[in-house]
């Protein structure tokens, strides 16, 4: 790359800061635009989804009954290998339906199913089951009633196995999503970006010359002569009253 192409890009690019410094309030103005726009589209058309959390610790058939100093690295690594086991029975639609027929939602499996979650803790004995309603006490409710349905399911099928209750589910008092925040931000940003991208368009396709620098800048010839501009309001009344008008 020569001398010359970096100083051309050198004054392209002094020439986008400029354009962009004198629209600064136009893009402040799409940034407050944007971010108002997607904090009230969060706020009107998306429902607050709130998340309750029930603990359940898995039992095997070799630990049942004995106390925690008695069992062995094995026995609870058995136990950990038991959790996608029973995960796997608390999605069945057997326990999802007495779940709906013992609170009384207005759900159907497959819309149940898709509102709850299950995994392991860190990999531990202990897993969690939550529950995302737009209700925050429903979302506790269905919640609580997996963990007191989930042992009988487990008793059932596990021969030997269970689950206990470690702690149960609490009215969750904030929302899961959305991020009104973060929602908010993005919206900026992308009013921001979009607003500097306008103006960046627009200045490269501005082919009128404003000044003198530019053709001396853009084309590396001497200025030999300047019209003075007599619509402005200053040189008129020096061209009339040189004229004698």
Known sequence: MGMDDREEKGMNLLRLLKALWRRAWAIALAVVFFGAGALGCTAAFVAPQYRARAL??????????????????????AAQSLVDT???????????????????VDYSYEELSKMVFAASVNS????YI???????????????????????????VVEGSSA????????????????????????????GALACIAVAVLELMDKQIHDTDYLTQTYDIPVL?????????????????????
């Open 164 to 191: 206990r209750v470690v702690d149960y589910a609490v009215e969750p008092s904030r929302r899961d999503s959305p991020n009104l925040a973060l929602n908010t931000a993005v919206g900026m940003l992308l009013g």
């Open 124 to 127: 531990t004995e202990i897993f």
């Open 56 to 77: 359940m610790y898995v039992n095997s058939s070799s630990s049942a009954g004995r106390t925690k100093a008695g069992i062995s690295q094995s026995e609870l690594s």
């Open 86 to 104: 029973y995960i796997v029975i608390l999605n069945a639609s057997s326990t999802l339906n007495d779940v709906i027929a013992q609170t009384g």
């Open 130 to 156: 939550e529950v995302v309603s737009p209700d925050p006490k429903e979302a506790a409710l269905l919640a609580n009633t997996i963990a007191q349905v989930l042992p009988e399911k487990i008793a059932a």
């Open 225 to 245: 002569a300047v019209i003075p501009d007599l619509l402005s309001a200053g040189d008129t009344d020096d061209y009339c009253r040189g004229s004698g008008r």
